[in-house]
């Protein structure tokens, strides 16, 4: 005979904290996180080493629930000449608020992710960062990293990778890096600074998984096809 378990939702919330403790995670922000964002004066307006570009313009758009405030990367596309379309894919841009080593830095660092729960969410971010100060909403002014890319009417990339050019200069340089996916191609990494995604292309990587913190070497860069490729070094 099966015997039924009844839980309250405060039960079901104490342990997904119970949990995320025993896997080595925060599932409360810090003290020092909450100081650090009562200092936070509002969005940051102006870029830290480069003049803006003003993209409000265009018709950015989201594949997030139409109520949801938490708006961390649009895109949006406009038309060119001999049916190519140019690709714009905005990420919110919360380093020009949140200094690298700070406080709200450490515990993202620390956790990685959002983990999701059936009673409760433990944000990878604080709720003021992530759905006002940093979030890309509609009607609002916020700064964001942008890609551009002018893909061809047969589906090919015309326009040399921004991030390939950014990295082409730093061959043999060691990154912090997450794996962000794996496909039939091989492991996806993405270094944190700056934020460039590419291959791991050599080393052992069955034991990676999607979140895994690793230490990664760029071993080669190919800026006309925007291949970036990493070997594992941790």
């Not at 709200?104 to 983990?115: C, E």
């Amino acid at each position: 005979m099966a015997v039924a378990s009844h839980y309250e939702r405060s039960d079901l919330a104490r342990i997904a904290c119970e949990v995320m403790r025993e896997r080595g995670l925060e599932p409360e922000f810090p003290a020092a996180v909450q100081e650090q964002l009562r200092h936070l004066k509002g969005p940051r307006q102006e870029a830290k080493a480069a003049p803006l570009h003003d993209l409000t313009g265009l018709p950015w758009c989201s594949l997030d629930n139409d109520d949801s405030r938490d708006l961390d990367q649009l895109t949006a596309c406009t038309p060119q000449h001999g049916g190519a379309v140019t690709i714009f894919v905005a990420v919110a841009d919360v380093d020009a608020l949140v200094e690298q080593g700070s406080p709200i830095d450490r515990h993202a660092w620390h956790n990685t992710t959002a983990v999701y729960t059936s009673a409760r969410n433990f944000p990878l971010l604080p709720e003021r960062l992530s759905t006002d100060l940093s979030s890309l909403n509609p009607h609002v002014e916020r700064l964001a990293v942008v890609t551009e890319m002018l893909i061809a009417a047969d589906g090919t990339l015309q326009r040399k990778s921004e991030a390939a050019l950014l990295l082409q200069t730093h061959l043999g340089q060691r990154y912090d890096a997450l794996v962000t996916g794996r496909t039939d191609s091989g492991t996806w990494v993405r270094i944190l600074t700056p934020p460039v995604e590419g291959r791991l292309a050599f080393g052992n990587d069955d034991d990676l998984a999607v979140g895994r913190a690793l230490r990664v070497q760029l071993v080669s860069v190919d800026v006309a096809r925007g291949y970036i490729d990493f070997t594992r070094v941790d």
